[in-house]
Every structure is written in C-alpha cells, then in structure tokens.
C-alpha cells in the first residue's frame, strides 16, 4: 500500500541552528491554508527561549489554529506495531509530527552520538509500503539534500531508520512520542 498526506505544505524551509518544532508546525499550517507567511519563530507563543519547544506548547500552537493535536506515546508497542501505527494516522489523512532523536549531520552521516543527544521534531506525510519507506519533511535537511524525486516532503527514510531514530535523543520520557493530528 501506498498513502499520501491530501494536503501538501507550500514549501520545505531549512532551519538555522534551532526551530524544528516550529519549522513543522509551519509545514504543517502552510498544508491547510493556515499559514500567514510569518517567520515560523513568529508561532511562538512565549515562554524563555524559542528553540526550547515542548511537546505541550507544541501541542497548544497546533489547537490555537484549530487542530485537535495530542501528545501519544508508542514505546510499549512492538516495532511492527510502532510502524502499522504510523500508517494508520497516516491513513487518516493527516501528517504526524515525531519527536525524534536526530544523528544525521549536515552532510547526511548519521551519528550514534548526535542521535543521543540531539532532540528534533520532523512531520510524516507519507508512506509507501512496497519500498518500505516514508515520506517526511525534516526542516534540518539542508536544501542541497532535498529529495525532489518523491511525492511529498523534502526526504524519504527507510522504516528500520524512522525506528532508530523514534528512539534516540536525551529525553528518553519523550522516546517514541508523536502528535497525532486531526482537523
């Protein structure tokens, strides 16, 4: 089976430094005609430092603009099961937002050690089945890796690499976490 996201984001911007959570929110908005053109730090809805984005204000920008979003977690559930998850909100014609652990460095190696200690948001916005792939917007993939070949977001990665990287980052309470979305 193969499934695509109806709604499509207008562009995949590339973050500095910083702003994941708010580069997918972003996407996200830009796909349901919910985007005004702001910078994404512009959805930031106060607190100390916006590169310091929790899964709650993540959550409450999201129903600010009338999503019904909550934060799920995934960690009991086996690795087939983790990915029939996926595929089902998928099927439900919105994307999901993942808390990830991030070890891919700009030039696209991954790394075990940037993968512990770097936390990251990404949006899945498709999947296909046969190749055993999804399809993502990651707004830390620099431009020049864009894969312009697939049907929607800016990279595809395999099952075995969406489960490692579910998996990773310093905040092991947050280790296979998601937003699941509905409007």
Known sequence: ????????PKEYLHQGPTGCGLYSIKGILSAYGKDDGRNPFAYWSGGILPFITTR?????????????????????LSNE?????LKKLLCYDAPVMMHIGNGYRKNG?????RWRVVSHWITL??????????????????????????PIGNVQRAYGQILRDW?????WWWRYGYIKLTS
């Open 81 to 85: 099961q983790k990915i029939a998850a």
């Open 167 to 171: 998996g990773g980052g310093p905040r």
């Open 56 to 76: 709650l204000r993540l959550v409450n920008i999201l129903r600010s603009y009338g999503f019904d979003a909550k934060w799920e977690c995934a960690r009991e």
């Open 125 to 150: 916005w498709g999947f296909d089945d046969e190749k055993e792939i999804f399809y993502i917007y990651d707004s830390c993939v620099p431009l020049r890796y864009y894969d312009k070949s697939i």
């Open 109 to 113: 190696i991954w790394s075990k050690l």
């Open 1 to 8: 089976m193969k499934f695509i996201v109806s709604k499509k």
